[in-house]
T-cell receptor, first 114, second 113 residues
Framework: DAKTTQPPSMDCAEGRAANLPCNHS???????VYWYRQIHSQGPQYIIH???NNETNEMASLIITEDRKSSTLILPHATLRDTAVYYC???????????????FGQGTELSVKP | DTEVTQTPKHLVMGMTNKKSLKCEQH?????MYWYKQKAKKPPELMFV???????INESVPSRFSPECPNSSLLNLHLHALQPEDSALYLC????????????FGPGTRLLVL
């Protein structure tokens, strides 16, 4: 079962920041938080991941709370092309025999509107 | 080149047919994956290959048979499928197993009649 909880849908105005929340209250110390998105009729696309520190790349920022029980993905200036399903995933540690498994939850369907 | 390619894009097959899906990557990745995605559902892991050896089988029925002939290629052989097996089949690769930065192909949309 997925170890994350996300709102099923969100709207965002074009040009505004999109803040997508994720709860992962049972995360363990060596598990990472990964974010992927899936644009309609395409394969999922990696966005960003983190362990405990906040992370930023050219696509997005990831804010992880100090207790690591929740995180927020931020798309700073959403465009229409960011309309997609966004998945927050807690990964198995690479050290256990289930490493390599991405367990996708239901995700958040983000609609960016003009 | 960060591309994972999958062929064919679409496939229609009868329940008595045998067909194969093909996946290819040239990023030097040593782990490759098959996922199944039903309409309006998240992807579900089927198989994981690491260094050309099957390392995870998520209790997939034997009518799905994976094969990894070399480090760049991953096949999924299909035989005696059921209509409920109709789905989008996604292939992915990563640098190594346990590296959850996976690169996905566009998928093969399969319809079983």
């Amino acid at each position: 079962d997925a170890k994350t909880t996300q709102p099923p849908s969100m709207d965002c105005a074009e040009g505004r920041a999109a803040n997508l929340p994720c709860n992962h209250s049972t995360i363990s110390g060596n598990e990472y938080v990964y974010w992927y998105r899936q644009i309609h009729s395409q394969g999922p696309q990696y966005i960003i991941h983190g362990l405990k520190n906040n992370e930023t790349n050219e696509m997005a920022s990831l804010i992880i709370t100090e207790d690591r029980k929740s995180s927020t993905l931020i798309l700073p200036h959403a465009t229409l092309r960011d309309t997609a399903v966004y998945y927050c995933i807690v990964s198995h540690s690479p050290l256990d025999n289930q490493g390599g498994k991405l367990i996708f939850g239901q995700g958040t369907e983000l609609s960016v509107k003009p | 080149d960060t591309e994972v390619t999958q062929t064919p894009k679409h496939l229609v097959m009868g329940m008595t047919n045998k067909k194969s899906l093909k996946c290819e990557q040239h990023m030097g990745h040593r782990a490759m994956y098959w996922y199944k995605q039903k309409a309006k559902k998240p992807p579900e892991l089927m198989f994981v290959y690491s260094y050309e050896k099957l390392s995870i089988n998520e209790s997939v029925p034997s009518r799905f048979s994976p094969e990894c002939p070399n480090s760049s290629l991953l096949n999924l052989h299909l035989h005696a499928l059921q209509p409920e097996d109709s789905a989008l089949y996604l292939c992915a690769s990563s640098q190594d197993r346990g590296q959850e930065t996976q690169y996905f192909g566009p998928g093969t949309r399969l319809l079983v009649l």
